[in-house]
């Protein structure tokens, strides 16, 4: 209840550095600077407007004890909205004209009221009379016109009370403030109280007040002796200005004589004019016994300086401030050159704070004023120079404090000043709050200050690496403080090394110097708060360290290490940094907390995860990471058994899958290429030589020899490879291998139990499908001689189960009757055979002496002579398409024959246009074989064309052709996919579609089964003559 005027009067002086505190303390003064004026009788009052019980102007809070209405523009009371458990309300700054007897009637609980800064002219007598409790009350700057004494009668409890600044004329009290006993803190008078007389105060002559401020007009025009006689008070405050009536001043200090006061405070002492006068109106000051003397505001010259400082010197008051002084010399000053008549004055404490002319501080030509004050405190003069006999007259200044001055390095440091043995009982320096640059002429300046422990150059520009050379600082220097300027990290090596405490709060510092912490070994607090640090070295040696503030940095990443060569640390403060949960932070919280050696000041609510994203804003206190995240013993137990597991998977997987053998495979594979590219290079011939590899087991050879071989060989011009015949002795198996099956068109795979089991047939299929990749397996032919189940095979046959899964393959029947039609299905397969051609390669000549090569090359059909046909010119409309057939026959075939050297005459007459007109004959005047060749088209071509190219067969046209025309065969196959198979094995190109080439391959390859099925039906019955021939 007491907060206002303790704010007011005792706190305010205290021994202050800041004069901003003093600020505040000055204007809260006013309240206790005005006299009271007499109140006026109102009439009955006029009830209030309605508001708003449940939602109204005001804010109330605290369990409904407080209620805020401070600057809402209220013009009266809302007191529908008030509940009666009320005990603060804050009325002030609206538009209130008036305090009515049912505006406070149901607070009985009411404590505070403050009404300053309203319109109030009137307060109704009963205003206050349920309101018993009330012990603050503030009228303050109002417009009463008399001082409501009839209204505050029954506040018996009232502890403070402030109605100064009013318009009423008198100071008068009434008689009912003598029933006051529990006042402590009274402030009255205002603009209009022209003078004080002796009754105006015999209400106060039995209390003891703890404050008593009096305002009166600022043209003064009577004081009567004895009217502050009766006055008893700790806090004395005037407000009035004595321009007119400087004789009123003794006459007040008389009578403030013989009594004891911590502060007395003048304020507008001369408020429009300096004094002229040669009286000395501070005379009776030696009566005064008080601890601290204020002037603010006011008009001073040298003169009326004088007259204050002579009498001070006489007086037990050890504190003097001046504060918002104009100051200016007289214009009749002369300085005599006798010196100044200020020699003796002895002071604890002298404030010079917001001066207007920095001359006040030689006042008269003289700093001697100065020689015996222990605390010098001069703020806001902003002087520009400090001449070198001012630092010698300072000889007992222990407290010196220049900040807020603008002051630069040539200002306070003068180099044409001898500083030795200046400043001897100098310990603390603050020289805060100004454009000071070099640390240098800091270090020079202050070497000299022998007792000086305490140094403060805070909110400059010091830190730079130009000026930041060659320091050297008085050792006695133990607490620095150095917050808010610009350090890089190298001007640290400039900064005193025997601190105890260090202040590098808010320096931009991005990375800590530790070559100086090494040598401040002696350093037990360090602020480092709003840096930029990134980082916390891992080997920061500090044995004296005890208390640390690394808070408000940019470092993410804090454990252990981090501060394990600090012994002696038990404070910490690292909180608000841009944290990585891990857990190695984990860990160092963790151990922080249970070993309880360190205090983290700010735990927990600063500590928040800025890293990893999902964890952003998390109270580090609530992050538990996983145990197996965290324990490195186990993630490498973990990790190890996890290789093992793989490892043995692994070769279990190599096991089952023969990847040794495959590895093997490729190896030798890569080196029988290497060699044949070296082959290559030498002019080695890379066409193809044979027109299919036979792979097989020894096992199957017989069945190789004596049906496969002489079926495709001597009945066919195919030209085969077997390994028995065609290796060439001296060369790498492996070799002979690959060199074949890449010689061969297609590759043969002659499938039996004996093929599974035997490893140089893996090895061929191996080398078969490495040739084969990106071919989708078209040049591999599987012929399963006898029945093998897939699921069956070794897991290194993989490849081999998809293929008989997926692709045709053909299966030897063992009837002799199906087995014509497996031959054709073998040769459809294998695709056209072609005769050969002579070739330079006779390392590849393999059955014959002859040093020649079989190259595969296009086919030849057989020869047969030019004969002039008479009748070409007679052809029916039907050989139309026949022209048409054998045009593009001929542009196809001419196509394919380009490529040889060495095209048959014969093949080119087959093919010339001019013989296939002579086919078209009349079928009665036409060969036999020239019937048939007519027949073979025009059953092709009345099959085609019903759907899509007229020129092809599609599938459905081609089923309908062999259902037409060749039941008997369809009849006979009980597989219900066999056109599916015959368009898949005909349609070469992979279009779709069966052109007239592909077509006849179909008639040829049926044609020829049934000749070798006759020629075998004739061997039989002729067995003799049959076994010559074989």
């Known amino acids: 209840m007491f907060k206002g005027f303790e704010r007011v009067y005792i706190n305010s002086f205290e021994e202050e550095t800041s004069p901003k505190r003093s600020i505040t303390m000055i204007w809260k003064l006013v309240n206790f600077s005005a006299l009271l004026i007499g109140a006026l009788t109102s009439p009955t009052p006029s009830p209030s407007p309605n508001t708003n019980t449940d939602e109204g102007p005001c804010r109330i809070y605290s369990s409904g004890r407080s209620a805020d209405c401070l600057g809402r523009q209220l013009n009266s009371v809302p007191w529908r909205q008030f509940p009666s458990t009320l005990e603060d309300i804050d009325l002030s700054y609206n538009k209130l004209q008036a305090v009515h007897a049912s505006d406070f009637l149901r607070l009985p609980q009411l404590r505070i009221l403050k009404l300053q800064y309203n319109n109030i002219s009137h307060i109704d007598k009963d205003a206050f009379k349920n309101n018993l409790l009330l012990e603050y009350l503030d009228i303050f700057n109002n417009s009463l016109q008399e001082i409501p004494a009839t209204a505050l009668t029954p506040l018996l409890n009232l502890k403070e009370l402030y109605m100064s600044n009013n318009i009423y004329k008198h100071a008068t009290l009434a008689d009912s403030f003598s029933k006051f006993v529990k006042l402590q803190v009274l402030s009255m008078g205002g603009p209009l109280v022209m003078g004080l007389k002796k009754a105006d105060f015999q209400s106060l002559k039995n209390m003891k007040l703890l404050g008593f401020a009096i305002k009166c007009s600022s043209n003064l025009s009577y004081y009567e002796p004895g009217s502050l006689e009766v006055i008893q008070t700790m806090q004395m405050s005037f407000d009035m200005a004595i321009d007119q009536q400087p004789k009123a001043l003794p006459l007040?200090?008389?009578?403030?004589?013989?009594?004891?006061?911590?502060?007395i405070q003048f304020r507008n002492l001369f408020e429009f004019m300096y004094y002229m006068g040669e009286e000395d109106i501070f005379r009776d000051l030696k009566y005064i016994t008080a601890h601290q003397l204020i002037f603010h505001r006011g008009k001073f010259n040298e003169n009326l300086m004088r007259m204050a400082l002579i009498n001070l010197q006489v007086t037990p008051i050890k504190r003097l401030r001046l504060q918002y002084i104009d100051f200016a010399r007289s214009p009749?000053?002369?300085?005599?050159?006798?010196?100044?008549?200020?020699?003796?004055?002895?002071?604890?404490?002298?404030?010079?704070?917001?001066?207007?002319?920095?001359?006040?501080?030689?006042?008269d030509w003289s700093f001697t004023w100065f020689n015996k004050i222990k605390e010098l405190s001069i703020q806001y003069v902003y002087f520009n120079s400090v001449p070198c006999d001012a630092w010698t007259?300072?000889?007992?200044?222990?407290?010196?404090?220049?900040?807020?001055?603008?002051?630069?390095?040539?200002?306070?440091?003068?180099?044409?000043?001898h500083y030795k043995g200046i400043m001897p009982n100098l310990h603390t320096f603050s020289i805060n709050n100004n454009d000071l640059t070099s640390l240098k002429d800091m270090s020079t300046l202050t070497r000299e200050f022998q007792q000086l422990q305490v140094l403060?150059?805070?909110?400059?520009?010091?830190?730079?690496?130009?000026?930041?050379?060659?320091?050297?600082?008085?050792?006695?220097?133990?607490?620095?403080?150095?917050?808010?300027?610009?350090?890089?990290?190298?001007?640290?090596?400039?900064?005193?090394?025997?601190?105890?405490?260090?202040?590098l709060s808010y320096c931009n510092l991005d990375q800590l110097n530790m070559a100086y912490f090494e040598k401040a070994t002696n350093l037990k607090e360090l602020l480092l708060s709003g840096n930029k640090i990134k980082f916390i070295p891992s080997k920061w040696e500090s044995p004296s360290l005890q208390s640390l503030a690394l808070d408000g940095n940019s470092f993410g990443l804090i454990s252990k290490a981090s501060f394990q060569d600090m012994p002696q640390l038990s404070h910490l403060r690292a909180g608000n940094n841009p944290y990585h949960c891990t857990c190695e932070l984990h860990a160092f919280v963790q151990d922080t907390l249970s070993k309880g050696k360190v205090n983290l000041t700010d735990w927990p609510l600063n500590y928040r995860c800025y890293h990893p994203e999902p964890l952003l804003n998390t109270v580090i206190s609530k992050y538990f990471p996983g145990q197996v995240a965290c324990d490195i013993r186990l993630v490498i137990i973990i990790s190890v058994a996890?290789?093992?597991?793989?490892?043995?998977?692994?070769?279990?997987?190599?096991?089952?899958?023969?990847?040794?053998?495959?590895?093997?495979?490729?190896?030798?594979?890569?080196?029988?290429?290497?060699?044949?590219?070296?082959?290559?290079?030498?002019?080695?011939?890379?066409?193809?030589?044979?027109?299919?590899?036979?792979?097989?087991?020894?096992?199957?050879?017989?069945?190789?020899?004596?049906?496969?071989?002489?079926?495709?060989?001597?009945?066919?011009?195919?030209?085969?490879?077997?390994?028995?015949?065609?290796?060439?002795?001296?060369?790498?198996?492996?070799?002979?291998?690959?060199?074949?099956?890449?010689?061969?068109?297609?590759?043969?795979?002659?499938?039996?139990?004996?093929?599974?089991?035997?490893?140089?047939?893996?090895?061929?299929?191996?080398?078969?499908?490495?040739?084969?990749?990106?071919?989708?397996?078209?040049?591999?032919?599987?012929?399963?001689?006898?029945?093998?189940?897939?699921?069956?095979?070794?897991?290194?046959?993989?490849?081999?189960k998809k293929m008989l899964s997926n692709k045709t393959y053909l299966e030897w029947p063992q009837q002799v009757n199906q087995q014509v039609f497996f031959w054709a299905q073998l040769k459809s397969a294998l695709g056209k055979p072609t005769m050969t051609r002579e070739g330079r390669h006779s390392v590849k000549s393999r059955n014959s002496s002859m040093e020649c090569v079989s190259v595969i090359g296009p086919e030849i059909e057989d020869r047969r002579p030019e004969v002039e046909n008479p009748n070409a010119d007679k052809a029916g409309p039907q050989n139309n398409i026949i022209k048409e057939e054998c045009a593009l026959l001929t542009a196809t075939e001419s196509q394919q024959l380009s490529g040889s050297n060495e095209i048959s005459h014969v093949a080119l007459w087959i093919t010339s246009e001019r013989h296939c007109q002579d086919i078209n004959c009349?079928?009665?005047?036409?060969?036999?074989?020239?019937t048939a060749m007519e027949n073979l088209?025009?059953?092709?071509?009345?099959?085609?064309?019903?759907?899509?190219?007229?020129?092809?067969?599609?599938?459905?046209?081609?089923?309908?052709?062999?259902?037409?025309?060749?039941?008997?065969?369809?009849?006979?196959?009980?597989?219900?996919?066999?056109?599916?198979?015959?368009?898949?094995?005909?349609?070469?190109?992979?279009?779709?579609?069966?052109?007239?080439?592909?077509?006849?391959?179909?008639?040829?390859?049926?044609?020829?089964a049934c000749n070798e099925f006759f020629e075998d039906f004739d061997k039989s019955s002729e067995e003799d003559q049959g076994s010559k021939e074989a």
């Open 252 to 263: 007040m200090l008389r009578d403030l004589a013989n009594k004891t006061f911590s502060v």
């Open 642 to 800: 996890t290789t093992a597991a793989v490892i043995l998977i692994l070769m279990l997987i190599c096991y089952i899958f023969d990847l040794p053998w495959y590895t093997k495979a490729t190896y030798q594979i890569i080196r029988a290429r290497y060699r044949a590219h070296k082959e290559n290079a030498a002019g080695e011939l890379g066409t193809f030589t044979y027109h299919a590899f036979i792979s097989y087991s020894h096992s199957d050879a017989d069945w190789v020899r004596d049906q496969l071989l002489p079926f495709l060989e001597n009945r066919n011009p195919y030209r085969l490879c077997i390994h028995e015949r065609d290796f060439m002795p001296g060369r790498w198996i492996i070799d002979n291998i690959i060199d074949n099956i890449d010689s061969s068109r297609k590759v043969i795979f002659v499938l039996s139990r004996h093929f599974i089991n035997s490893d140089w047939c893996n090895y061929e299929l191996y080398f078969a499908q490495q040739r084969s990749m990106g071919k989708t397996f078209s040049d591999v032919i599987l012929v399963v001689k006898e029945p093998i189940d897939p699921s069956s095979l070794p897991s290194k046959y993989c490849r081999l």
């Open 937 to 1008: 088209i025009t059953v092709f071509h009345s099959y085609s064309g019903k759907e899509g190219d007229k020129y092809k067969l599609s599938k459905a046209e081609l089923k309908s052709l062999l259902q037409g025309e060749l039941a008997d065969f369809m009849a006979a196959s009980k597989d219900p996919m066999v056109v599916e198979k015959i368009m898949k094995d005909l349609d070469e190109n992979q279009d779709g579609q069966v052109d007239f080439q592909e077509f006849v391959v179909l008639v040829a390859a049926l044609t020829v």
């Open 456 to 503: 403060d150059f805070s909110n400059n520009k010091l830190g730079s690496v130009e000026n930041s050379q060659e320091c050297i600082w008085q050792k006695n220097i133990t607490r620095l403080i150095a917050h808010h300027n610009q350090f890089v990290s190298e001007a640290l090596l400039c900064l005193p090394t025997t601190v105890h405490y260090l202040d």
């Open 922 to 930: 009349r079928t009665e005047m036409c060969s036999q074989l020239q």
């Open 393 to 417: 007259e300072m000889q007992r200044v222990e407290f010196l404090d220049v900040s807020n001055n603008r002051l630069k390095n040539e200002f306070i440091f003068n180099q044409l000043c």
């Open 332 to 363: 009749t000053f002369v300085d005599s050159g006798a010196g100044s008549s200020i020699t003796d004055l002895v002071l604890d404490k002298l404030d010079l704070w917001y001066i207007s002319n920095p001359d006040i501080l030689r006042f």
